[in-house]
């Protein structure tokens, strides 16, 4: 039965009541999808970046260390990375990226639709077979990504980097753009940017790329590991000729140019250097301690601002330092016997892998490791880990036998002989050592070997070794009784000496050869080292002028007032050594020794500067008037003239005294040796009119170098070595005296005196006409006497030296 027009029927009430409810459970779960998806939404999105932070965004980028000269000598980094503003970026190479990466760069607004569509469609089934999702991002979005976001592969991460993508085109131009992605992407080999890639993979700046190392690069951005140029080199240049051939579609490149470069083969360094200079390892790692401790720097800026560090060091000298040092620590070591092999194989099967184990002094770049094959009669054959076979020189086969011997399967280190074919057997010192080379006027520290070999030990011995200096302290007990009233002609007593402390031990100091000479001038008692004269002489000076004078010429913080520290028994470095010698080279004044010349920023402010000294009038153009007058640095610590005195006495030590293995660099050259108690470290505290030189010799651990071993024997060689090489194409140059001070000849020797001090005639042997000094030391049986001769009022005394200091109790002796 039909129901009446515009009535519903029986049977369609339920089923509409039934879409009715439908309707309404439809619509609740698209409100709650809804609701889900704003939650979603602001979940994802809370966190969200502002992509104008991009505006004045700088990547992390390397302080780069150079010398004086401009050479580069280090980086600071967390990572490698050397910043290249987009005009400084060639052409070519940005192409090759574009053609690799994003060719519709300059054309979309920051998405590829197109590409990101594909990519999506693949990752729906990557998703659901577990696989990663893949990019399609276009360069804009590497940069959201790279900068902004993190590296997850998600699509909500996706959603973002197009988003900030989007946003990025409207906040920064495509060069700044373009710009921000090529100095942040990672491209391997320790590289971030094209710039540290350029320099890293193939040792030069991006400027000098050729289309095929471009193009290489351009390569790297989908897994540098996958496109290794050593271990993956095929696929590499597969790679590499593919995106040369992008380019030529693209018309970046012609295909004749296309062609030449995909025949070329991938030659890059066989691994990532900071700098190509790589003799100042213990100067550059200095130079980051100080920087660290830079209030200006410290660790973030120092590692990720871009800071430009102009140092002092001069790579000249620096190399001949550390050639010098190293030579000097192997003679020493040779002198002392071979101490065997450092390994043994029973096979030669695969006795290049144990030898691998075993890391050759970085510096010595000729060494390699090698096994003894054969051992017949004087003849011992070795193989060296690179496949060379040969014989060891004769006379290191007598060396090795008369030390620990040496047989079949040895493995050892062995350099070419350069005197005739086969091999020269090496080996690593035991020993070790400093040398610093500073600018006396400046402080400027021009070279810096804290050691052997920086690669097997970073300890630094030139700052961080405190060790006694023993008698190269002496010039400065010296120093002090020319500063209290003594004078070049004063004489006082090189004979036994005993004396007691307050718990009655007795210390009785002795000469180095257990000889004593009497009555000596100073000038003789410093150039021969004589211990009971330095002692007597600081007894009447007393110790706290000797002390107070140490002190404020830096040799250390703080002295104890012993008698026992006029021989050099406390402790210092031979960078602060060289700081206090520079006193008596520059009139007096105490120097602060420093690394860092200048710090600038990324933008060329300068932010630090080792030269505080003001001159108001240094940026003025030329007028006429007189030029401006900038003040010398450095506290006056003593007497130009007591300065000078000085300088002139140790020059007699490298003409007639303990270093005159020094002379034959033939130049005016001064200095002091030092020998510490049982032979523990060996000194030379050297210099010419303008460098200041310190050598130090010993083992880490302070044992005993060795019977005779001194610093004329061990350190005095080593200085030569290096002003030999320093010196070779400088004028000789005399020591400047002060313009006031007074000379008169003592014994034969032209002496500096302040004036008022100076005798009014030349002083002389006894029986002598002035002819100069005796031939050698004399026995204390014939004591030189003070005589005046050849002069109108010959015959006045001479100034006696202040009378020793009464103390009732020694104690403060000891």
Not at 83 to 93: D, G, H, M, N, S
Request: some cysteine; hydrophobic content about 40%.
């Amino acid at each position: 039965m039909n129901s009446p027009a515009g009535q519903p029927g029986p049977e369609t009430a339920p089923a509409r009541r039934g879409l009715a409810l439908a309707g309404v459970i439809v619509l609740s779960f698209v409100a709650l999808a809804a609701f889900a998806t704003a939650i979603y939404a602001a979940w994802l999105f809370h966190d969200m970046p502002d992509a104008g932070d991009l505006v004045d965004y700088h990547p992390p980028t390397a302080t780069r260390a150079y010398a004086w000269d401009g050479t580069l000598i280090g980086e600071f980094s967390r990572e490698r990375r050397i910043f290249v503003p987009y005009e400084a970026i060639p052409k070519q190479t940005a192409q090759a990226f574009l053609a690799a990466e994003d060719h519709g760069f300059f054309r979309h607004r920051g998405v590829d639709v197109g590409g990101l569509g594909r990519a999506m469609a693949k990752n729906v089934l990557n998703l659901v077979q577990g696989r990663r999702l893949e990019g399609g991002s276009t360069i804009t979005q590497q940069v959201a990504k790279n900068i902004l976001l993190t590296s997850d592969a998600t699509i909500g991460r996706k959603l973002k980097e197009a988003i900030l993508a989007s946003q990025l085109e409207g906040t920064l131009t495509k060069e700044r753009i373009l710009e921000l992605y090529l100095n942040e992407i990672w491209l391997g080999y320790r590289s971030y940017g094209v710039g540290a890639a350029a320099y890293n993979y193939f040792g030069k700046s991006v400027s000098e790329l050729t289309l095929a190392e471009s193009a290489y690069l351009a390569a790297l951005p989908k897994g540098p590991d996958n496109y290794h140029p050593m271990r993956r080199k095929r696929q590499a240049i597969a790679r590499r000729n593919w995106v040369i051939d992008q380019m030529a579609d693209l018309g970046m490149v012609s295909r004749e140019e296309a062609r030449a470069a995909m025949a070329e083969d991938l030659k890059v360094q066989p691994a990532p250097t900071r700098s190509q200079y790589r003799d100042a390892d213990y100067f550059v790692e200095e130079v980051r301690r100080i920087a660290l401790n830079m209030d200006e720097l410290g660790d973030e800026r120092l590692n990720a601002g871009g800071y430009y560090m102009r140092t002092t060091l001069d790579p000249r000298l620096q190399s001949a330092a550390r050639l010098a040092l190293m030579n000097g620590l192997e003679a020493y070591d040779r002198r002392h016997g071979w101490r065997g092999a450092w390994g043994q194989v029973t096979t030669l099967a695969g006795w290049e892998a144990e030898a691998k184990k075993k890391a050759k002094p970085a510096e010595r770049r000729s060494w390699r490791q090698a096994v003894v094959t054969s051992v017949a009669g004087g003849t011992v054959q070795v193989l060296t880990i690179d496949g060379q076979s040969g014989s060891l020189a004769g006379q290191d086969v007598a060396w090795a036998r008369r030390g620990k011997g040496i047989g079949t399967g040895d493995l050892i280190f062995v350099a070419p002989n350069e005197e005739g074919a086969g091999f020269r057997l090496k080996q690593v010192p035991a020993v070790n050592g400093a040398l610093v080379a500073m600018e006396p006027n400046s402080g400027r520290v021009l070279a810096m070997v804290g050691g052997y070999s920086f690669s097997l030990s970073s300890f630094n011995r030139a700052t961080q070794a405190y060790r006694q200096p023993g008698s190269a302290f002496k010039p400065i007990v010296y120093a002090a009784a020319l500063e209290s009233g003594y004078t070049p002609r004063s004489t006082v007593l090189d004979a036994p000496i005993t004396l007691r402390g307050a718990g009655g031990q007795a210390w009785s100091p002795e000469n180095y050869n257990h000889e004593y000479y009497g009555a000596l001038t100073l000038r003789r008692g410093l150039e021969l080292s004589r211990n009971t004269m330095t002692v007597r002489l600081a007894q009447a000076v007393g110790m706290k002028r000797i002390s107070d004078l140490a002190v404020r010429m830096g040799v250390t913080n703080k002295m104890d007032r012993v008698l026992a520290m006029a021989l050099g028994s406390g402790e210092t470095t031979v960078y602060r050594m060289a700081a206090a010698y520079s006193s008596f080279l520059n009139g007096g004044r105490k120097v602060e020794p420093h690394l860092i010349e200048v710090v600038q920023d990324r933008n060329g402010k300068v932010i630090w500067r080792a030269d505080r000294r003001e001159c108001p009038r240094c940026d003025a153009g030329f007028s006429g008037a007189e030029s401006p007058r900038v003040p010398r640095t450095g506290a006056q610590v003593m007497d130009p003239i007591t300065a000078y005195q000085i300088t002139s006495m140790l020059e007699g030590v490298v003409q007639r005294g303990t270093a005159t293995y020094a002379s034959q660099v033939g130049k005016p050259l001064g200095g002091k040796t030092g020998t510490t108690n049982d032979y523990r470290s060996a000194w030379f505290m050297g210099f010419s009119p303008q460098m200041v030189v310190g050598v130090f010799i010993g083992f880490d651990d302070n044992r005993s170098l060795g019977e005779g071993e001194t610093g004329s024997r061990s350190a005095v060689p080593i200085f030569t070595e290096f002003m030999t090489e320093a010196l070779k194409d400088k004028p000789a140059e005399p020591f400047k005296a002060p313009a006031n001070a007074k000379f008169a000849l003592v014994r034969g020797i032209r002496e500096a005196f302040r004036p008022g001090t100076e005798p009014q005639a030349a002083i002389a042997p006894t029986g002598g006409g002035g002819g100069g000094m005796p031939r050698g030391p004399q026995p204390y049986s014939k004591v030189w006497q003070d005589g005046l001769t050849g002069a109108p009022n010959a015959g006045a005394a001479v100034a006696p030296p202040p009378p020793p200091k009464k103390q009732d109790d020694l104690s403060d002796l000891f």
